[in-house]
RNA sequence: GGCCCGUUGGUCAAGUGGUUAAGACACGGCCCUUUCACGGCUGUAACAGGAGUUCGACUCUCCUACGGGUCACCA
C-alpha cells in the first residue's frame, strides 16, 4: 500500500464528516478589498470573565495600526478551551473595551457576529480547523496520537532523566507512524485521541524572523510535534491562531511576547501549508514594582492589572490611553506637549518605535496625565463624566450631584477655563469628597480654627464679617478688600510681607481672617477660593453657616 | 536545566561610534500666594559588570550577573 493511500484511509477514519476542502474556506473567504498598506488587525481575547491591563494594552496597538492605515479591526474570542469560559464574558470584553474607546469594525457582538469572516468565536469554527487537519493528515502532516496524560507524562520524566529537551518528536514520538490499523483498532476501542502536525523541522536549524517590535529573532526551528486538534476536536491555540489570522486574511498580529517561545510552531505552519504569514509585533508586559523586584502585572495581587480598576477609581478613559501611549511609543509625550489640544488620532503610532523591555507599571505617571486631561476639560464636562461615574459606583453621592445639575456644575466650574486651571481631581472618585462641603449633608463641622487666634477674635469675625463687611454684590477684588478692612480693625496685619517680616508685631495676619471666613463656611482649611465658594453657596447659606460656626464655637468648653 | 527576550537616573524614556548623555513623572529648594490647587525658576540623580573591535564606545562582538518568558489536549 503506498503512502499517498494510507493517508487517505487515515483522513478518512479521523475525519468522515468533512467533505470540504481548504479550497472551499479559501473562496467562502476572500482576500480583503483595502488600500494599499491597510492592516487588519484583532484582539482575540479569552472569555475568562474579566480583562487584564495587559489586554488593552494590545488592543490599543491593534486599534491605532488598523484605523490610522484605513484597515480593519475585529474582535476574536478564543474560546478554544471550554474549562476556562466564563457565563457573560464576551459582554465584559465588550464593554470594557467600548469604555476605553476602542470600537470594532467587525467581529464577535452581544448579538449577531458582525463581518463576513466569521463565525468569531472559535468553538463555532471547528468545521473549518478539522478541514485543515484533514488535509494535513491527507498529505502526511498530521497524525492522530492515542498517548494518554500518563504516558506523557512517562515520557516528560524520561526526557529529564536523559537530559534530552521535552517535548514530542523524532524518537520520543511514539505514534508518529501509527498504521491506520491500529488507529482504526483504538478508536473502535474508544480510545481518545489528539491530532498532532508531523513537524518536518530539524532542531539544528535556525530560523529568524523580523519582529515589527523586537526587531531581528533568531530561534532554533520547530520539531516537536505539537497537538493541533485536542480530543474534542477543538483546536489548540496554535492551530486556531494559524487558520484563523490566515483566513480572517489577518495582516498584523500583536500578542504578548510570551508567545514568542512557541513562534516557531506559528511559523512553520505557515511555511507548510502555504500561506503567507503575517506581520508579528511581541509585545513587553508590563510589570509591577514590588519592593526591590519586578514582576508582572497580577490579577490577583494588584488590583491595578484588572480593567475595572480604572473605571471603579474614575480615571478618564483617555487617561488611560495617554498613559499607555507614552508607554507604547517614546515620541508620544514629546507630541502631545506641542500639541496639547490634539485629538489623539492624529498621533501617528509606529511599532518601530514601540520599546523592547517591559515597562514598570507606574501610576504616578497616570495619575499626572489624568489631572492634566480633567484640568482642560470645561465644569460641564466634568459634570458630565462625574455624574456617569457616580451613577454606576457611588450612587449616593449621584443623588446630591444631581439634586441640582446648574449648582453642581458651577461648583465643578470653580477656576477651571484659564491658563492655569485648578488640577483637583486625578479621578471622579475625588469629586465627592471635593464637594462634599456644599452639600448640608455632607458639610463638616469639626472647624479647624486657626489655633494661634484666640476664640474672641474669632467670634469677632464672625461676627462682625456678617454685619459690616459681607456684600453679594462685591467682586472679588472689593470682597477682599472688606476681608482686609476687618483685618485692619482687629489690628491684624495687612500686609502679609510686614508681617512675615515681624510675626510678634501683630497677633496675626489676614491669612488667619481669611482662615476663619473658610472655616466656617466650608469646614476647612483647604478649599477653593472663598470668594467664589460663597457666591455659589448663596447669601442665605453663608450667613447661616458663619452664624452656625460662631455658636458652635461658644458653646464648647 | 534547555531555548528565547531584555538591562540608560527612583519610574517612563531619548540616544544607533565622537553629545556638557535630552525630556516627562516623582523627590528637594527658591519664588508667587489669604488656604488649597496651579504657575515660574532651580537642584539631586543613570549607560549592570568584565573582556574585546576601534583613534574613539551607551551605541558593534563575546562572556558573566541579574530580571522576564516558555518548555500542556491553557491561552
Not at 514582576?295 to 480604572?310: G, H, V
Not at 507599571?361 to 484640568?375: A, Q, R, T, V, Y
Not at 446648574?406 to 464637594?435: C, N, Q
Amino acid at each position: 500500500m503506498d503512502t499517498t493511500h494510507a493517508n487517505l484511509r487515515m483522513a478518512e477514519l479521523l475525519f468522515p464528516h468533512i467533505t470540504k476542502t481548504p479550497k472551499d474556506y479559501e473562496a467562502l473567504y476572500p482576500q480583503r478589498d483595502l488600500p494599499q498598506g491597510a492592516m487588519v488587525t484583532r484582539i482575540a481575547p479569552s472569555p475568562t470573565g474579566f480583562m487584564h491591563f495587559g489586554n488593552l494594552y494590545g488592543a490599543l496597538i491593534d486599534e491605532r495600526l488598523a484605523h490610522q492605515s484605513g484597515g480593519v479591526f475585529y474582535l476574536r474570542i478564543e474560546n478554544t478551551d471550554a474549562k476556562r469560559e466564563v457565563e457573560g464574558a464576551v459582554d465584559v470584553i465588550l464593554t470594557s473595551l467600548n469604555a476605553f474607546g476602542l470600537n470594532f469594525d467587525e467581529g464577535a457582538t452581544n448579538g449577531e457576529d458582525r463581518g463576513i469572516y466569521g463565525p468569531y468565536r472559535q468553538r463555532d469554527r471547528a468545521e473549518l480547523y478539522q478541514t485543515i487537519a484533514k488535509d494535513l493528515v491527507l498529505r502526511g502532516l498530521a497524525y492522530p496520537c492515542f498517548c494518554t496524560e500518563e504516558d506523557l507524562q512517562a515520557l516528560h520524566e524520561k526526557q529529564e532523566a536523559e537530559g534530552a529537551n521535552f517535548g514530542y518528536y523524532g524518537k520520543w514520538a511514539a505514534h508518529a507512524n501509527i498504521t491506520v490499523e491500529e488507529a482504526e483498532k483504538y478508536i473502535s476501542e474508544g480510545k481518545p485521541y489528539v491530532v498532532r502536525f508531523r513537524s518536518p523541522g530539524k532542531e539544528e536549524n535556525r530560523i529568524k524572523y523580523k519582529d515589527l517590535a523586537k526587531g531581528e529573532i533568531e530561534m532554533p526551528e520547530n520539531c516537536t510535534d505539537i497537538v493541533i486538534l485536542k480530543s474534542d476536536g477543538i483546536p489548540t491555540y496554535h492551530f486556531a491562531h494559524v487558520v484563523d489570522d490566515h483566513f480572517m486574511r489577518t495582516t498584523h498580529v500583536v500578542r504578548g511576547e510570551e508567545w514568542l517561545s512557541t513562534f516557531p510552531y506559528h511559523l512553520q505552519m505557515f511555511e507548510v501549508l502555504g500561506w503567507e504569514k503575517p506581520a508579528y509585533i511581541h509585545t513587553a508586559h508590563m510589570l509591577k514594582q514590588d519592593g526591590t523586584s519586578k514582576r508582572k502585572l497580577s490579577e490577583r495581587k494588584d488590583p491595578e492589572a484588572r480593567l475595572t480598576y480604572y473605571l471603579q477609581e474614575g480615571y478618564p478613559a483617555p487617561a488611560v490611553i495617554e498613559y499607555l501611549m507614552t508607554v507604547l511609543n517614546s515620541n508620544f509625550e514629546e507630541w502631545r506637549n506641542k500639541n496639547p489640544e490634539a485629538d489623539l488620532n492624529e498621533f501617528r503610532f509606529k511599532a518601530e518605535k514601540m520599546g523592547v523591555a517591559g515597562a514598570v507599571f507606574d501610576i504616578e505617571k497616570l495619575n499626572d496625565i489624568s489631572k492634566n486631561i480633567i484640568s482642560r476639560m470645561t465644569g460641564e464636562e466634568v459634570y458630565e463624566a462625574t455624574e456617569r461615574w457616580a451613577k454606576e459606583y457611588n450612587p449616593e453621592f449621584h443623588r446630591l450631584l444631581t439634586r441640582n445639575p446648574e449648582y453642581s456644575k458651577a461648583i465643578l466650574s470653580i477656576g477651571r477655563g484659564g491658563k492655569k486651571p485648578r488640577k483637583d481631581f486625578t479621578v471622579w472618585s475625588d469629586v465627592p469628597h471635593y464637594m462634599a462641603f456644599f452639600f448640608e449633608e455632607t458639610f463638616e463641622t469639626d472647624y479647624p480654627f486657626p489655633e494661634t487666634m484666640s476664640k474672641g477674635d474669632i467670634v469677632r469675625v464672625l461676627k462682625e464679617y456678617p454685619e459690616a463687611y459681607y456684600d453679594t454684590d462685591d467682586d472679588q477684588q472689593t470682597w477682599f478688600g472688606k476681608v482686609k478692612e476687618l483685618t485692619d480693625a482687629m489690628g491684624y496685619a495687612v500686609d502679609m510681607k510686614a508681617y512675615k517680616a515681624d510675626p510678634a508685631a501683630f497677633p496675626g495676619s489676614v491669612a488667619d481672617i481669611s482662615a476663619v471666613l473658610r472655616v466656617a463656611v466650608t469646614g476647612r482649611t483647604a478649599s477653593p477660593d472663598t470668594y467664589a465658594v460663597m457666591n455659589i453657596l448663596g447669601k442665605d447659606t453663608v450667613l447661616a453657616r458663619l452664624k452656625k460656626a460662631a455658636e458652635a464655637l461658644e458653646t464648647k468648653d
